[in-house]
């Protein structure tokens, strides 16, 4: 374990010198996501100025909920840069040279490029939290505990993230394409998330707790710290998803790589 | 003519190829409309929000979502940047038929394919789930202005893609310019807040950019709701990019630098 812990900080270190060649890149990546992000907020802001609470969750609860999507969101793209963009390895066949490496596939995929400019969501979704947590007084209610509560839900909700790219990037084992399927995966899931859950229809609620277990990254910890849920002990379900959801994930690719088959070259 | 539509017709057949992936993606985008839909669905809780009813918004969205597919979600600067950057670009520019006519004929190919293969199968979907504004169009006598309104969103929208593509004879980079006009995009082409129902000092601004043509124009034609400015504000900027466009193709043409042979 600690060999790989080794491995895992050499092999981060040499993408990170690799990505200072381009140092314009974090620049714009921030600059693309605080244009997103205001866009996305200033939309439902606009929303809630001319409505009112959506669903009991006023503006700053809804700007919470969004600061922890838009963390967790940047913690797993961080590691999962390469797992985002994997159809190039089952393509191009570059899967083969993977296979042939000492180090476990998946380690081997997700240290090939650290996308540190990813850094720069977990700081705005950072700023967010803190704006929303100071505005809703959380502090002054249940004191340190808040910020344990935050922490174990940014981790949960990072894992469960990281489990569906992954989960994502496995099923392209079958299907050699992903992109196609990262809409319904990624992209919708990730917009639905920044909303409270209870908007939607029981069916696409019920996916949001299994399959695509992103509830329980951001709307039950959510709820539970903004006092919309009984049971402080709930926050617990979110930390129980994520070990689940990781080890689904990675029971799902490495069934996939059992039935790898090159595309050769 | 005949060019053209064989073009259109060539990039239509390419795309068969990957209908069941595209099928996948339909399905990601029907995601999106819902969530947006059970968004406002909450917000307004069957009231309605200025001229907007609760079924109208739900409408605005889902007709939004298939629209979005014909303007906006085209292949990515329609492949430009990628010519420019292998030097393919000199063969496809020495062909006597005119680059942007040429460029503009197959990326319409893309936008039927996309009207039969992602817009239909979704405004299906929608009616299915009672969301899609149909009878707002049914009998009103709407329906030939709003495929002129959809067509010039449809042009604005390749003329855009164009010039973010030929801007990679400069840049050889179109990533960053891709993500910017899809946020612009979303934003002010209204995909979940209709521009109607901003504030008074954004509406005025909007109207008046070409991204309300993407999505805005073409929907509140189809629901009744276009006032006579967004006519112009379309037309106009069709006029304007298509001359941009043209312009900054002979630009390029001089720039032009191709290494090795």
């Known amino acids: 374990m600690a060999a790989w812990w080794n491995i895992y900080r050499i092999l981060v270190r040499y993408s990170i010198r690799a990505e200072r060649q381009y140092p314009w890149n974090f620049f714009f990546n921030l600059l693309f996501h605080v244009l997103m992000l205001t866009a996305e907020l200033a939309t439902v802001l606009l929303i809630l100025a001319r409505v009112g609470p959506i669903a009991g969750w006023s503006a700053k609860d809804i700007i919470f909920l969004f600061g922890l999507v838009t963390a967790e969101g940047g913690g797993f793209r961080i590691f999962a840069a390469e797992l985002h963009d994997f159809d190039k390895y089952l393509v191009h066949g570059e899967f083969d040279a993977i296979l042939i490496r000492p180090a476990p596939s998946l380690l081997s995929v997700i240290t090939r490029s650290i996308d540190i400019g990813q850094a720069a969501m977990i700081l705005q979704g950072l700023a967010l939290l803190a704006w929303a947590s100071w505005r809703l007084h959380l502090m002054a209610v249940d004191g340190w505990a808040v910020w344990l509560a935050m922490g174990l839900a940014l981790v949960s909700g990072s894992v469960i993230w990281f489990a569906m790219v992954t989960a994502l990037a496995a099923l392209g084992f079958w299907t050699t394409r992903t992109d196609d399927l990262a809409p319904v995966i990624l992209y919708g899931p990730e917009t639905a998330a920044q909303y409270p859950l209870s908007i939607y229809p029981q069916a696409i609620r019920w996916l949001f707790f299994s399959v695509l277990p992103i509830g329980f990254g951001g709307y039950l910890p959510a709820a539970v710290i903004l006092h919309k849920m009984a049971g402080s002990w709930m926050i617990v379900g979110s930390v129980a998803a994520a070990a689940a959801s990781l080890a689904a994930a990675l029971g799902l690719w490495s069934w996939g790589v059992r039935r790898y088959t090159s595309t050769g070259t | ?261």
């Open chain 2, 1 to 261: 003519m005949e060019l053209y539509w064989v073009l259109a017709r060539s990039a239509f057949r390419k795309n068969t190829a990957y209908l069941a992936a595209h099928l996948a993606t339909n399905v990601g985008s029907l995601l999106f409309g819902l969530v947006y839909i059970a968004l406002w669905r909450a917000a307004t809780r069957g009231h309605a929000v200025g001229s907007y009813s609760a079924a109208t918004l739900a409408g605005y969205i889902a007709l939004g979502q298939t629209v979005l597919w014909l303007t906006t979600f085209l292949p990515r600067d329609l492949g430009l940047s990628a010519l420019i950057r292998s030097g393919q670009i000199a063969v496809e520019l020495i062909r006597p038929a005119g680059f942007l006519p040429r460029t503009a004929a197959s990326a319409s190919g893309e936008v039927l394919y996309n009207l039969v293969f992602r817009s239909l199968p979704m405004a299906l979907v929608f009616t299915l789930l009672g969301v899609f504004p149909l009878q707002r169009v049914a009998g009103a006598g709407r329906l030939p202005a709003f495929f002129v309104a959809l067509l010039l969103g449809v042009l604005t929208g390749i003329l855009i893609q164009y010039l973010i593509g030929l801007s990679a004879f400069w840049t050889t980079e179109t990533r960053w310019a891709r993500r910017l006009y899809f946020a612009l995009t979303m934003f002010c082409g209204g995909q979940l807040l209709p521009l109607a129902l901003m504030p008074a000092i954004l509406r005025h601004i909007l109207v008046w950019l070409p991204f309300q043509s993407m999505l805005y124009f073409p929907v509140s034609v189809w629901l009744g709701l276009a006032r006579g400015l967004q006519w112009w504000s379309a037309a106009i900027w069709t006029a304007l990019l298509w001359s941009l466009a043209a312009w900054m193709t002979r630009r390029a043409m001089r720039r032009l630098a191709v290494q090795g042979g």
